[in-house]
């Protein structure tokens, strides 16, 4: 009887973790929903500007960052594959395995079918979708077309940036 429950109780958690589901996303980017704005600049050091005192840049990490009332991290913008002056693009995993190099079917893999396509900025050859995955929104603007400026091409398809912001 041991060696029955020895090699089914195993098997048992496994089918009722994958029926069950998970709630919890995959988050491997180092910088978190709700982290601090201390945890932020002990990991990313002091901003580099911003478009505003709430909205700090950290371009040699290839994120900017905006915070809640509390100063606790409410999203995290990555510039993917388009050309902002002295501006990194993040080449690590972020959450749910999705990174920047990915283009827009990969990304669909990951999370599924969008729930909301923007096409408001589609004169400037991108879209935006957008997908709700274990408590967070996930927005990406993707080319569209492919796409030239400054000497620099951008793929038809690509990540030009990503937003993972909380949901509530």
Known sequence: MKKILVIFLPLIFLVTLSWCGSTTSTWQFPIGLNDSKNTVQSILGSSKGGIVDKIPWY????????????EKVESIYFKGNYGYEDWITYDGKI???????????????KLGQPIRIDKTEESYGWWTYSWKKSGILISAEIWIKDYEEDGKKYPKNSIKTLDIEKVI
Request: hydrophobic share 35%; proline share 4%; no cysteine.
């Open 95 to 109: 959450v749910e395995d999705i990174d920047l190099s990915m283009n827009f079917s990969e990304l669909s893999r």
């Open 59 to 70: 371009p040699s990490s290839g994120v900017s960052i905006t915070y809640d009332d509390f």
